[in-house]
């Protein structure tokens, strides 16, 4: 017997030993597949980028590890994404055997999860299949087709030959999901399932698909556990689907069908509400895996529903709410954590902040990627390791924020000497005004600040606050370093502002996201983009009067697809106007003159007019530094003004390559 | 209700009015394009509930008002019609809306009218009915439009 290591004598409960089925799990963690990577063929065959990401995975230290959906049927009526993996013929084995060898060898559970999407399927197909004809709620899934009985009775052989399938490729077991509304969601649901045969209506006849599925894929792999993923809670309630209550009837049913363990879900797709984003507060859904737990007991229950943090987890194991903590987006995000949890090394832990930036990939039918990660996806590239440098060199960042950061602790990885030279006295760049203002949940976004100042400590890397780098310090400084990358960010181009009538009265947004200025109670937000909403936002919250005037179109164009409802969601139960094609023209004491499109005119009141936008790169020290170092880069928002996503992933390739 | 809902969806006037206002959100918008606004109760739906076999099914002997807006020569035009099933639509989408979400709307026909569709859509008031795939609708231009309402056009996973 191995000696514990610290970490996993501190978090006992998540480290002990479980059980599913015949087997023993190392301890109680499991990935989940959350969603999938959209790495592999359009024809549903796994890549070898696929298989790089999976080997990470198998060694992230679970004690059970999920494979990504698979749709089952030929046809494809089950696929979701674009690059979803199939399983519907032995075809696709050789690579399912080397992914289920991989975890068998990093000593987990192999589970094959088996994903129709049904309502949300159909991809390449132009239709979806469901129980009934429920029009679609949302113009991103396809129109709906209504399964007959004959189609429904080889569904499940489908479903029953893909379990079959993905144990002969080596996996321990299966596990179907009606996570998020797929298929099986769509037959439990009284929301999707309006039929009148024996498979509709009743809870009981609504929950006999799931039942004959659970019955055929016993019989075809009865020496394997077989999970299955339901919803504790739908949030379809306005639409007129599934109580809790019924939710919970409908997982008794699959637990006396003989079901191995049930993993509690939250919410569809199509849901009003978020389940699973940064503006819900770790722990929320919690309640819903208890009263699962309380209703099973001998049940082997799973959750991780914004449950990110192993703490809380382990707590939660000990308090009886369930036997296994689900993960998925955390481990995307540092597939360390398990690790870094059984070293208790948790402060080095990379957080997942909830972005959505996954999600909102995947729904542009492009590959997963992380914004706190920037190699998941990029496992197969040599570019994205890191490596130890060939030569060793003194390397300066000019700018603390996320670009600059990221690439001195990634260059420092690799043995680089490395000095940040910041103008402000702290770490973080715009980042941190900004994060403070997020109305979700700052601590998500200012984990990465404090991320960031904990790594530099331990790697060493040399932080000079207070210190503006520029012409004179390089002169004084000169040939003392090999490298400099300017990741200085981005400002509000004053210059672009200075045809407004009274433009010097315009103060900056980011100065006022710091509190370095204070303001009215009348604002206009010049700029809808995400830094102006997140301003607007937190300054209504505050109590101000706030019109956003925004000159494109929209507002929010620049927010990732996942987070731009909730933004907008927000900007109107906040009540804050917002002027589209439209342009301030004017500022003085009793407000600002707004344009419009059409040219019409209207004075807005206010006494503060903040400027978030237009943006320019700080691009000015590229020139004065160019004939004074041997290496010169740059990168974030030095190069062009986005976010943080590409602050970070530029700083992390940076940092590699150095 | 429902004749009140008549009146008001035949205000063709100050629907059109509202659309102008808008029209930025319909210049992408393919010739041909078409949006229609129907009351629920005709139809036999609610949340939860949809007629069986609904695509073919008749609205009884009355028929439906039925509001539509239809994209020709660069703008977007309101017209009603009086209509005997969801067939004689011919909408690339419907927003099935219950009696006071339509008297809602009509009330804010000179403010907010999208607005306030768009926070009874979330509610699960007006319930969305497509009748296009994703690809047909971005390439007939409704992207502005449906991001208006709140509509995740490009998935949604909260």
Not at chain 2, 110 to 126: P, S, W
């Amino acid at each position: 017997m191995t000696t514990p290591r610290p970490g996993e004598l501190k978090l006992r409960n998540l480290f002990q030993t479980g059980r599913i089925g015949r087997f023993t799990s190392a301890n109680r963690i499991k990935y989940g597949a959350c969603c999938v990577s959209n790495y592999n063929t359009r024809d549903g065959f796994i890549t070898a980028r696929e298989l790089a990401r999976m080997r990470v995975i198998a060694r992230t230290g679970c004690g059970i590890i999920t494979n990504q959906g698979a749709y089952p049927d030929p046809l494809g009526e089950g696929k979701a994404y674009f690059r979803q993996v199939a399983i519907y013929d032995d075809k696709f084995l050789p690579q399912f055997e080397e992914i289920a060898r991989d975890i068998r060898d990093a000593g987990a559970i192999g589970i094959q999860q088996i994903l129709h999407a049904g309502r949300y399927g159909g991809i390449d197909l132009g239709y979806c299949v469901q129980p009934s004809d429920v029009p679609q709620t949302l113009p991103h899934f396809r129109p709906p087709r209504v399964l007959t009985k004959e189609e429904i009775r080889e569904m499940v052989r489908q479903h029953a030959d893909a379990a079959k399938r993905s144990i002969k490729a080596g996996f321990d077991g299966t596990e179907v999901t009606s996570f998020m509304g797929y298929l099986l969601a769509t037959f439990n649901s009284k929301f999707t399932n309006q039929r009148t045969d024996e498979y509709g209506g009743s809870l009981e006849n609504r929950g006999r698909f799931m039942r004959e599925l659970i019955d055929a894929i016993k019989q075809a792999t009865p020496e394997h556990p077989l999970i299955v993923r339901l919803n504790g809670a739908e949030l379809m309630d306005r639409w007129g689907g599934n109580t809790e209550d019924e939710c919970f009837e409908l997982m008794q049913q699959a637990a006396d069908c003989g079901v191995d363990m049930i993993s509690v879900t939250v919410g569809w797709q199509e849901a009003p509400d978020s389940s699973i984003g940064r503006d819900i507060q770790p722990g929320h859904w919690n309640y819903l895996a208890a009263r699962a737990k309380r209703l099973l007991p001998n049940v082997p229950i799973t959750f991780g529903v914004r449950l990110p943090d192993p703490r809380m987890a382990n707590q939660c194991i000990a308090d009886g709410e369930f036997d296994f903590w689900e993960v998925c987006r955390p481990l995307l995000a540092d597939p360390e954590l398990v690790h870094k949890a059984a070293e208790d090394r948790l402060d080095e832990v990379r957080r997942c902040i909830g972005s959505l930036n996954c999600l909102s990939r995947l729904f542009r039918d492009l590959p997963y990627t992380c914004t706190m990660n920037p190699a998941l996806g990029h496992e197969v590239e040599p570019e994205y390791h890191v490596t130890p440098a060939a030569v060793k060199k003194r390397v300066m960042v000019i700018g603390a924020g996320p670009a600059g950061m990221e690439c001195a602790i990634t260059a420092a990885k690799r043995g680089h000497q490395v000095t940040v030279f910041e103008k402000s006295d702290h770490v973080g760049g715009n980042l941190r005004g900004y994060a403070a203002r997020d109305l979700a949940r700052p601590d998500d976004l200012e984990s990465i600040v404090r991320h960031y100042e904990l790594m530099a400590r331990k790697l060493g890397v040399e932080l000079r606050l207070g210190t503006e780098a520029n012409a004179k310090l390089m002169r004084s400084i000169l040939h003392q370093y090999d490298v400099a990358v300017v990741a200085v960010g981005a400002r509000v181009d004053r210059e672009a502002l200075r045809g407004i009538e009274g433009h010097e009265r315009i103060l900056d947004g980011l100065a006022v996201a710091q509190g370095a200025v204070s303001v009215g109670s009348r604002i206009v937000v010049i700029g809808g983009g995400k830094v102006g909403l997140t301003l607007a936002e937190s300054l209504r919250k505050g109590g101000a009067e706030v019109t956003i005037v925004e000159a494109e179109k929209r507002i929010a164009g620049d927010v990732m697809p996942s987070f731009k409802w909730r933004h907008t969601a927000w900007v109107d139960e906040l009540e804050i106007t917002t002027l589209t094609l439209s342009r301030v023209t004017r500022v003085a004491d009793d407000g600002c003159t707004v344009v419009n499109a059409k040219g019409e005119t209207r004075l807005v009141p206010a006494d503060t007019v903040i400027a978030t936008a237009p943006r320019r790169s700080n691009q000015e020290l590229f020139h004065e530094f160019e004939w004074m170092i041997d290496e010169l880069h740059g990168c974030g928002d030095a190069l062009i003004p986005r976010g943080i996503d590409a602050a970070i992933h530029e700083g992390y390739r940076l940092g590699a390559r150095i | 209700m429902v004749s009140d809902a008549n009146t008001m969806l035949a205000d063709v006037a100050g629907w059109q009015r509202m659309l102008d206002r808008h029209a930025e959100l319909f210049t992408e918008l393919a010739p041909g394009a078409r949006i229609g606004i129907l009351p629920r109760e005709p139809t036999g739906f609610a949340p939860g509930r949809q007629p069986a076999g609904w695509r073919d099914a008749r609205f009884g002997t009355a028929g439906a008002p039925f509001l539509a807006w239809e994209a020709a020569e660069g703008r977007m035009h309101a017209r009603c019609e009086q209509i005997g099933g969801f067939g004689e639509a011919r909408a690339d989408f419907l927003l099935l809306a219950d009696a006071q979400s339509i008297a809602e709307a009509y009330a804010a026909l000179e403010g907010d009218a999208l607005g306030r569709l768009k926070r009874r859509i979330r509610r699960g008031d007006v319930m969305l009915c497509t009748f296009r795939t994703r690809a047909e609708l971005a390439r007939a231009g409704y992207e502005d439009f449906l991001d208006s309402l709140g509509l995740a056009f490009m998935g949604a996973c909260r």
